[in-house]
């Protein structure tokens, strides 16, 4: 596709249950990050991977939370045991490469944890 | 470690008017800045960035944005408000060596009609 792509769009869990995000990002983009975006503030890195390996994982809050990319494509994001607190949007961006290049974002998937 | 500042939690402005979106920032080292927009219930949209070079930067829709480094600032700017400019803005900078974004906490820009 065009831009970064994202699913589901929205999901409803309750606590304590496990979920997955997808991310499908821009064709022949080696960079892939995960930011979470809470209500009425910024995104928050979460993780950054250059290929198949996560690069820099600094901002997992926790290990409850895990993301994989196994061909370098797709990812996606796991959340173990979910709490209330871990209800927010969680946006995915690709871009071409390291370096200088622009971060492009996608739709998000907003996550509610009842 | 990196941090942005957004002072100003909303901009009113006149359209028509000039408008100006206040970012000031902190690195280590030499930084990599960039202003995002989010319009509601969508993704961040990238309007311009600064990497090296001239102090002033032009990006998309008619938007600019100045570097000054003695202020440690990277203010966004338009000399001409549109309705339809009226949404959220981010800051966000990165440091040289690192990937992630550090964002700002976001500026609600209104033009009235």
């Known amino acids: 596709g065009a831009g970064v792509s994202q699913t589901p769009s929205n999901k409803v869990t309750e606590k304590g249950k496990y979920v997955e995000l997808r991310c499908d990002p821009i064709s022949g983009h080696t960079a892939l990050y995960w930011y979470r975006q809470s209500l009425g503030q910024g995104p928050e890195f979460l993780i950054y991977?250059?290929?198949?390996?996560?690069?820099?994982d600094s901002g997992l809050p926790n290990d409850r939370f895990f993301a994989v990319r196994p061909e370098g494509s797709v990812s996606t994001l796991k959340i173990q045991r979910t709490e209330r607190g871990d209800s927010a949007v969680y946006l995915c961006a690709s871009s071409k490469d390291r370096g200088q290049e622009t971060q492009y974002f996608g739709p998000g998937t907003r996550l509610l944890v009842l | 470690a990196q941090s942005v500042a957004q002072p100003e939690d909303q901009v009113n402005v006149a359209e028509g008017n000039p408008l100006t979106v206040k970012c000031t920032y902190s690195v280590s080292g030499n930084p990599y800045l960039f202003w995002y927009v989010q319009y509601p219930n969508r993704g961040l949209q990238f309007l311009l960035k600064y990497i090296t070079g001239d102090n002033l930067v032009k990006g998309s829709y008619g938007f600019e944005a100045e570097f000054n480094k003695s202020q440690t600032s990277f203010h966004l700017k338009k000399p001409s408000a549109l309705v339809s400019d009226s949404a959220l803005y981010f800051c966000?900078?990165?440091?040289?060596?690192?990937?992630?974004?550090?964002f700002g906490t976001g500026t609600r820009l209104l033009v009235s009609p």
């Open positions: 991977f250059q290929g198949t390996g996560a690069a820099d």
């Open positions: 966000a900078v990165r440091d040289w060596g690192f990937q992630k974004l550090v």
